[in-house]
């Protein structure tokens, strides 16, 4: 069952980090494209993962039950799902260049 675990997670994140750069490639213009995928990424990574097991710690240990911590899982995924639901409203339009003419 552990092992099952393992391939059916490894799998979800998987199917997450592959279309993950065609995404920041459709949200950033590419005078800012590095610059904000990797912030953005960077930013992601520290602020959801790793305050995570402290701020779970935190919960178990002034509750002392593991309910607290599902509790902020699905706050957390709230935040997610309402981040998915806005990216389509950026994505499909025309991209402002500058014209290097007009400079």
């Not at 607290?68 to 309402?82: D, K, T």
Request: charged share 10%.
């Amino acid at each position: 069952m552990v092992l099952l675990a393992q391939v059916v997670y490894v799998a979800g994140v998987a199917a997450t980090y592959a279309p993950q750069a065609a995404l920041f490639t459709e949200l950033f213009r590419p005078e800012w494209r590095y610059s904000g995928a990797a912030l953005s990424y960077s930013l992601g990574a520290v602020l959801g993962g790793g305050f995570a097991p402290i701020i779970c710690t935190a919960l178990f240990g002034h509750f002392g039950t593991t309910a607290a911590i599902s509790g902020y899982v699905v706050v957390v995924n709230l935040i997610n799902l309402a981040a998915i639901a806005a990216i389509p409203h950026h994505l499909g339009k025309p991209a402002r260049h500058r014209d290097p003419a007009a400079v």
